[in-house]
């Protein structure tokens, strides 16, 4: 009877659960490993005569489980669902704390969004071929412009009268000068006289007879003042134009009186020989005179080749540490060790080289963009506003 009990609850098993499927199950009632397909087997509750009540949950024995005739040790059973397979895992980034850079080739709808060294170009982002914003000269009357991308340049003219020079900036010849602090600065831009006015300190130059103003410039589109041998314009004592040291900068042109000393602009006088003044000599050469306070003589400097009449010059005459030098169009023409006392007390004249009431050693020809500084200007310097001037 035993045995035909155990074989009539394994019938009603296989018909009655589901989910169990023992096919081929061991004379003792266990599973195989391979004909077990489920956790929980629903094994039928059954009545003394052997027929099936109903069906409850029934926990496997893991011990009764077998895998080929081998027990599995739970302890050692995996869970699938938590491990990972690291190199085709997939990171879950919190999106909120996402910044949108990308790189070359990929979409963009401003520069923000590129990496760097990459500009925004119609949605595509792209290496910079300039900095962006920066600015160069394409030659002394265009500059070229970086786009804000980074990705094209853009190539304007100057203005009128504008050179483009150092960062790619547009200047004209005052700003270079203006650039470079001057404690006086005549344009001599006046449609007539008898005036003309620094556009640095105000100071006034009033002509003593006939100047003639409003002639063409000798430098751009602008205009300059011209003597003809017995003309001047005087200018009050001004410690701005008396410096310990100085720069005189103008541009000049000598039309005549050849074989005379002929001034475009002095400031001398005081108790002794004081002060400076610029000449071109009896032998046609431009010449800077100082004074040392010594009455004896003037220190001077003489440079060049005899100058060419109707022809311009940009000349500047320094003095600091105890030298005293002349550049000619750009560059040092000569130099010399020199004391040095500024005029205390006199007026200053433009066109003529004397102090005293009636002035003398007039100038012949026109003079334009006079500037006084109150330092010695470097080489450089001297070498950027005549190439400004000139257009070099």
């Not at 080739?105 to 990459?118: D, K, R, V």
């Amino acid at each position: 009877m035993g045995l035909r009990w155990f074989l009539g609850v394994g019938l009603l098993v296989c018909a009655c659960s589901p989910r169990a499927v023992a096919s081929s199950g061991p004379v003792d009632g266990s599973l195989t490993g391979a004909d077990v397909t489920t956790d929980v087997m629903m094994s039928p509750d059954m009545a003394a005569d052997g027929s099936a009540t109903d069906s409850t949950p029934v926990s496997r024995d893991a011990g009764s489980v077998v895998d080929d005739g081998e027990a599995i040790d739970v302890a050692n059973v995996v869970d699938v669902v938590d491990v990972v397979d690291v190199p085709n895992a997939v990171e879950v980034v919190d999106v909120a704390s996402l910044v949108d850079v990308r790189d070359v080739g990929t979409g963009c709808i401003t520069n923000a969004n590129c990496s760097a060294g990459h500009g925004c170009d119609v949605g595509v982002c792209r290496p910079w071929t300039c900095t962006p914003g920066t600015a160069s000269c394409a030659d002394r009357f265009m500059r070229r412009v970086c786009a804000e991308n980074g990705l094209a340049l853009t190539t304007t003219s100057c203005a009128a009268g504008a050179l483009c020079s150092g960062a790619g900036l547009c200047r004209s010849y005052r700003d270079v000068v203006m650039a470079s602090g001057p404690a006086a600065y005549w344009r001599f831009e006046e449609t007539s006289g008898p005036t003309a006015t620094d556009e640095v300190a105000g100071l006034v130059a009033t002509a003593t007879s006939g100047v003639d103003f409003a002639q063409a410039g000798l430098i751009g589109s602008g205009r300059a003042v011209a003597f003809h041998g017995a003309q001047a314009l005087n200018i009050p004592y001004a410690p701005a134009l008396n410096p310990a040291e100085f720069s005189i900068e103008v541009w000049a042109r000598v039309t005549g009186s050849a074989g005379t000393y002929r001034s475009p602009i002095t400031s001398r006088g005081g108790p002794s020989r004081q002060g400076y003044a610029l000449y071109v000599d009896i032998e046609n050469r431009w010449n800077l005179f100082i004074g040392d306070g010594v009455a004896a003589g003037w220190q001077v400097l003489p440079v060049g080749g005899a100058v060419t009449i109707g022809q311009t010059y940009h000349v500047v005459a320094t003095f600091s540490a105890n030298t005293m030098r002349i550049y000619l169009n750009g560059g040092l023409a000569g130099s010399r060790t020199s004391g040095f006392l500024p005029n205390t007390l006199s007026s200053a004249r433009i066109g003529a080289g004397e102090e005293r009431s009636a002035p003398a050693f007039f100038f012949d020809g026109l003079v334009d963009e006079l500037a006084v500084y109150a330092r010695a200007l470097p080489a450089a310097e001297i070498a950027e506003h005549w190439a400004q001037g000139s257009g070099s």
